[in-house]
């Protein structure tokens, strides 16, 4: 996602090192007693967390926003003259508006 939005790839690596190379150092009255990776990365709470999700989150927008260019989404107009919609987003929560119709999979119908 960061390649696609231009960012150089000193910087990417730099973000793909935070994000991989996760480590604790435990300390007591002061002083460092090692450290130890972390088996699940970068995790919620994380400083780094909120920037990555909006990186992500634009991206998918973006996607979205193309699929209904492209005619592959019809996102929901309010009103004849109104522009359409096809995402609302509030903090971490997206609603997603498209036009529903029937398609065929398989032998079986989907409503």
Known sequence: MM???GFCDKWIKWIMECVFTTT????????TFGYFCSA?????????????????IEGFFFMLSNA???????????????PSINHLLFAD????FSKAGEKIYGGGKLH
């Open 3 to 5: 390649m696609k939005m």
């Open 24 to 31: 604790f150092f435990v300390v007591v009255k002061g002083e």
């Open 40 to 56: 699940r990365e970068i995790r919620q709470g994380d400083l780094l967390s909120p920037y990555l999700f909006l990186l992500c």
């Open 68 to 82: 209904e260019r492209n005619g592959t989404i019809q996102g929901l107009k309010i009103g004849r003259r109104c």
């Open 93 to 96: 929560d997206s609603l997603i």
